[in-house]
């Protein structure tokens, strides 16, 4: 059975290292297919591989000079660190409330599923939001132009990139908060909204989810090992997702530099495809 997590892991990751959808989001619902652990546990599976993978990921991007986005990154992090924490303490109010942990998982589970939908259709339809915000980019640009006041030119540029600083802060939090609380990780919505709502292109969005999901998860993790540590959860498996986690990482790294973008949304959009059935399939069990 051992071998079974550790491909849950690697192939996960693999995919989830290319396309920016960082794994977590194939692990949670194929490890409640699976019905062999509780959902703390599975959070806490999830969260050590993702987190394995994107060490390794974010090692090799930097190694081979992927740039990110200076200050807009640094923020972005901040925010998913303090998400982690949030989504983590969301988490254990939410299975306080429930206490059940068929129906907890049912309820994350249609979360997911009409998540995961959203995200899908969003992604499929880039072309047509693309060209809707390029209009209205320029609607507002012939506002600005007309209403110029040369004199507060600076004053306005250092308002307008403290607010774009802010907004990726704030971004951060939200992204942070959902994978944590879902522990999925969190790539598809973190790659939707870098895409449509920062205006990065697929591979950049890709590389800069995987950096959400290193901070976030990592956050997520010291939480848990400041609080109630890992005892309570059942880790037998552990060390065979850790080792899929890692080798997804080089293995997703790898294929990345080697896949061009078209490709990259293939992959994604089939990825979507079989997680949101995975999700069904959970929520009519």
Do not use: W
Request: glycine letters at 10%; charged letters at 15%.
């Amino acid at each position: 059975m051992s071998i079974v997590y550790f491909l849950v892991g690697l192939v996960s990751t693999t995919v989830g290292a290319i396309s920016g959808l960082g794994g977590g989001v194939i692990i949670k619902p194929v490890l409640d297919t699976l019905g062999n652990y509780s959902l703390p546990t599975i959070g806490v599976l999830s969260s050590f591989t993702v987190f394995s993978m994107s060490i390794v990921s974010l090692g090799k991007s930097l190694k081979n000079k992927v740039k990110l986005e200076g200050k807009k990154t640094i923020c972005l992090a901040t925010g998913s660190i303090l998400g982690g924490f949030i989504g983590k303490y969301f988490f254990f109010i939410y299975l306080k409330v429930i206490n059940n942990n068929i129906i907890a998982q049912k309820l994350q589970s249609i979360i997911l599923f009409l998540l995961m939908f959203i995200v899908l259709l969003l992604y499929i339809n880039e072309k047509k939001i693309n060209a809707y915000k390029i209009k209205t980019k320029e609607r507002k640009n012939n506002v600005y132009n007309l209403n110029d006041d040369r004199n507060n030119e600076y004053g306005y540029d250092l308002q307008n990139n403290i607010k774009k600083l802010m907004k990726f802060f704030i971004y951060g939090i939200v992204l942070g908060s959902i994978s944590s609380f879902l522990g999925i990780g969190g790539g598809p919505l973190n790659v939707v909204v870098l895409m449509y709502l920062l205006d990065m292109d697929v591979k950049k969005s890709a590389i800069h989810s995987i950096f959400i999901i290193f901070f976030s998860q990592g956050s997520k993790l010291l939480s848990i090992l400041l609080g109630e540590g890992f005892g309570v959860y059942n880790l037998e498996v552990l060390i065979y997702m850790i080792l899929g986690g890692v080798s997804g990482g080089f293995l997703g790294s790898y294929f990345s530099n080697k896949i061009d973008k078209n490709k990259v949304k293939n992959i994604f959009i089939f990825c979507m495809v079989i997680i949101i059935a995975f999700n069904f399939y959970n929520i009519v069990k």
